[in-house]
């Protein structure tokens, strides 16, 4: 079956623009996570989402970022005003249990 | 701040020779995994342990959870240029009413062939 999707695998925005990334998991997992990533370093989490609830936003760096996933499935993160440090790899990763996470391929994001 | 710490941070070996990664933490973990991550893709689950003083060997790669679940180590024999990659430890633990999963710092193996 298919695996986590993630889009667009590249974007490049101008410093101050809004961006949106989006995650497409696998049919049926309840949980969603987002993480942030910085080249050579592990992921920092930013935000958890059960079902359509996201649970733990502990991990979003300032009010710029936001995430949402309306229907349970496709989750969206936002980020408002981008700044040269928002420049990373965006990781989704989904799970039909809560430890074994399924990670899409990332979107590697440049601000100039 | 990152609550496991990975060791060594780079590695660059011959094809053939053994090694041991790192990961220790201060926190006690519920259960620990192994990921291995390649240049422009999502990181991939390698193994899960749960119990302390678990081993569990995976062809080549062998696991451990430290007897008090804050470490753990992963030793790989005989290395070849396919495991080159980026390896990260992850650690799970109750925080906030849900089971929250912490990654460690990395490490970068290249095998030379």
């Known amino acids: 079956g298919a695996g986590v999707s993630q889009s667009p695998r590249y974007k490049v925005a101008k410093r101050g623009q809004d961006v949106a990334l989006r995650c497409d998991p696998i049919?049926?997992?309840?949980?969603l996570f987002w993480y942030q990533q910085a080249l050579g370093q592990g992921p920092e989490f930013l935000t958890y989402?059960?079902?359509?609830?996201?649970?733990?936003k502990s991990g979003l760096p300032s009010d710029r970022f936001f995430a949402e996933r309306p229907e349970g499935s496709v989750s969206t993160l936002k980020i408002q005003r981008t700044q040269q440090e928002d420049s990373a790899v965006y990781l989704c990763?989904?799970?039909?249990?809560?430890?074994?996470?399924?990670f899409g391929p990332g979107t590697r994001l440049t601000v100039t | 701040t990152q609550l496991l710490e990975q060791s060594p941070q780079f590695l660059s070996i011959q094809e053939g020779e053994n090694l041991t990664v790192y990961c220790n933490s201060s926190?006690?973990?519920?259960?620990l995994q192994w990921y291995r991550q390649e240049p422009g893709e999502g990181p991939v689950l390698l193994v899960t342990v749960v119990t302390g003083g678990e081993v569990k060997k995976l062809k080549r790669l062998t696991f451990q959870f430290g007897d008090a679940r804050k470490d753990s180590s992963l030793h790989i024999t005989a290395a070849q240029p396919g495991d080159t990659g980026l390896y990260l430890c992850a650690g799970e633990r109750e925080s906030g009413g849900y089971q929250k999963v912490t990654f460690g710092t990395g490490t970068k193996l290249q095998v030379i062939p």
């Open positions: 926190s006690v973990f519920s259960s």
């Open positions: 049919s049926g997992h309840v949980s």
């Open positions: 990763a989904s799970s039909p249990q809560y430890y074994e996470q399924y």
């Open positions: 989402f059960q079902n359509e609830a996201q649970l733990d």
